[in-house]
Nanobody, 123 residues
Framework: QVQLVESGGASVEAGGSLTLSCKVSGKFISIASMGWHRQTPGRQREFLASVAAVGGTDYADSVKGRFSISRDYVGNAVYLQMNRLQPEDTGVYYC?????????????????WGEGTQVTVSS
């Protein structure tokens, strides 16, 4: 029904930058919010950033001031600009979206997740 495809993950040196992209396709009415999480093996998935339908953003303390989230309202995409990357930023980055769907009687919101893209930051 819905597909999220992340891209942009790569290996970079500490202090470098990367931009992640997430394209949303499938059947839905609209996008309520979009965000990014990351996961390191053996640890819980960590919230990084989100952007709401009206454009308000939220960031985890660990990335505040270094990462910037933005969305494409026409192309149904969300981006994460990552600057001054550190080895601790290494992990699998997951795109997630809250999508509005419709039944014959009402609208509802459902959360969807991408498969993830690997980011590796070396010292």
């Amino acid at each position: 029904q819905v597909q999220l495809v992340e891209s942009g993950g790569a290996s970079v040196e500490a202090g470098g930058s990367l931009t992640l992209s997430c394209k949303v396709s499938g059947k839905f009415i609209s996008i309520a919010s979009m965000g990014w999480h990351r996961q390191t093996p053996g640890r819980q998935r960590e919230f990084l950033a989100s952007v709401a339908a009206v454009g308000g953003t939220d960031y985890a303390d660990s990335v505040k001031g270094r990462f910037s989230i933005s969305r494409d309202y026409v192309g149904n995409a969300v981006y994460l600009q990552m600057n001054r990357l550190q080895p601790e930023d290494t992990g699998v980055y997951y795109c997630n979206v809250d999508l509005r769907h419709a039944t014959p009687e009402y609208f509802y919101t459902q959360e969807w997740w991408g498969e993830g893209t690997q980011v590796t930051v070396s010292s």
